[in-house]
């Protein structure tokens, strides 16, 4: 009887614990948002209704009218340097703190480091936008050999 009171101690114990670091991380996490909330507190949604393509329709035109209006959710902080995005339409995209270039015509989120170059573009007469990246150059060279399908991929170069 013993032996079976001391199993359930120890699994009680390790519940217990198990319990308290999922809560801390969660409560981490928690934080981190809370932080990221108050320097992006200008929050403004775009509707998307057209994305732009390589080819010409057969209209001519080099927008496809989307089905679904979609939006893209834009959290900026006090001064609209910066940005990140909260959500939008694209599915493949990647969680980082966008620049914003917001020129007459079009809205220009981007991020560049020496591995990846990315953001939107968002043309607000035409409410058409698309997410853009590139990958280094020399990072692309390396992993081309490895990974073939990479060689479509757009590329930069740090000049």
Request: charged fraction near 25%; proline fraction near 3%; include cysteine.
């Amino acid at each position: 009887m013993k032996r079976f009171t001391f199993i359930k101690l120890m699994l009680a114990v390790v519940m217990l614990f198990t319990a308290s670091l999922t809560c801390d991380a969660q409560g981490f996490r928690l934080s981190q948002r809370m932080h990221l909330k108050n320097i992006y507190t200008n929050v403004d949604s775009i509707v998307l209704e057209a994305i732009p393509t390589v080819a010409p329709t057969s209209d001519g035109d080099y927008l496809i009218q989307l089905p679904h209006k979609s939006k893209l959710v834009i959290a900026y902080n006090a001064d609209k340097t910066k940005a990140i995005v909260l959500r939008s339409g694209f599915v493949y995209m990647r969680h980082y703190e966008y620049n914003v270039k917001d020129e007459g015509v079009r809205l220009i989120l981007w991020y560049k480091d020496e591995h990846v170059y990315c953001g939107y573009i968002y043309d607000k007469k035409s409410k058409a936008g698309n997410y853009f990246e590139a990958m280094n150059q020399d990072e692309k060279d390396k992993l081309t050999k490895r990974l073939p399908f990479l060689r479509r991929i757009p590329t930069f170069t740090n000049d």
